[in-house]
């Protein structure tokens, strides 16, 4: 049985951590959050210390690194705010543990650089959650192109729109220096997704840039990807809207929509028991998307030019 910390225990992602934990056959000894809003914990670990002051986790957990009673972490996982990650992984290398961290890993790619300097400084690993890679309709998408061989270049349109509250922009999510922006926020995974599925990125171009949506164009080697990205309920298609759906998806390859809208509730599972098997996926799987969103964040917006998402033309400039 594997001991683990978690910091961040009171989010929304939190809970499916936790649960992960529980199903692999092991136990949450230590968790952290500033906020005290964490009574799910009765629910899988009601056992488990729980701090609200990173100093005194920080102690609790040097405590047990230094036992001599086999008590040490051997694995602590972070859902904690996008910009505290980079600091919680190397927390968590240098207490002796392999990190479990939350996407985005990270917000820019030269953070992980200096976190593959304290890998090898500390013989710890980070391992992160890119849960879509294990989702059997991703895998069985990715097996198709790789069939359909290396000069196929497919056309791709990316929708996902997630529509939030005004709480949205108050929060630290709608802080571009804390959450990374909209892209990174809602979207690197699906980033991560792309490259993961049609290989190298090769092109990245933003049309539309803003607190709430973001729409561009990403070309890899097998797929030119149009995609759009949302928060605001306006964005999602009339029909869906008024039939009260406030979440839209939709990924057409060549024209045929992918339905993968199932098959979630257990992923984050699958990627416990692979980092827990040493079949994790590391920092280095993150690069390509941690880029993407970089430049994202960075490019300035060409406008309706080019092949630019058809959702644009329903934003007023």
């Not at 040097?62 to 705010?81: A, T, V, W």
């Not at 879509?132 to 192109?145: M, N, Q, S, T, Y």
């Amino acid at each position: 049985m594997k001991k683990f910390g978690l910091i961040g225990a009171a989010g929304y992602i939190a809970p499916r951590h936790m649960q992960a934990i529980k199903d692999t056959g092991n136990t949450l000894v230590a968790a952290y959050d500033p906020n005290d809003s964490v009574g799910i914990i009765d629910s899988h670990f009601p056992d488990a210390d729980f701090f609200t002051e990173f100093e005194r986790f920080d102690r609790h957990v040097d405590k047990l690194h230094r036992s001599n009673h086999g008590n040490k972490l051997d694995y602590i996982s972070i859902c904690s705010p996008n910009y505290l990650h980079d600091s919680h992984m190397r927390f968590a290398l240098r207490s002796g543990a392999d990190a479990i961290c939350e996407k985005p890993l990270v917000l820019n790619p030269w953070n992980i650089d200096a976190l593959q300097d304290i890998e090898r400084d500390t013989g710890r690993k980070v391992n992160t959650i890119l849960q879509l890679r294990v989702h059997p309709a991703i895998v069985a998408l990715r097996d198709k192109v790789r069939a359909a061989g290396n000069d196929t270049k497919h056309e791709v349109d990316l929708s996902y729109i997630t529509s939030r509250g005004h709480w949205y922009l108050q929060s630290w999510k709608g802080d571009l220096k804390k959450s990374g922006g909209i892209a990174t926020n809602i979207g690197v995974h699906f980033f991560d997704m792309l490259h993961f599925i049609f290989g190298d990125l090769q092109s990245n171009l933003v049309h539309h840039s803003a607190d709430t949506k973001a729409a561009g164009y990403l070309e890899y080697e097998h797929a030119r990807v149009r995609w759009f990205l949302s928060v605001d309920i306006n964005d999602v298609p009339a029909a869906q809207r008024e039939a009260g759906q406030r979440t839209y998806r939709s990924i057409t390859v060549d024209g045929e929509e992918i339905e993968f809208s199932g098959g979630f509730t257990d992923l984050h599972t699958r990627t416990y028991e692979r980092i827990l098997a040493g079949q994790g996926y590391g920092l280095e799987d993150n690069r390509t998307a941690i880029t993407a969103v970089s430049t994202i964040r960075n490019a300035q917006p060409l406008g309706l030019q080019g092949d630019y998402h058809p959702f644009l033309k329903n934003i007023s400039r």
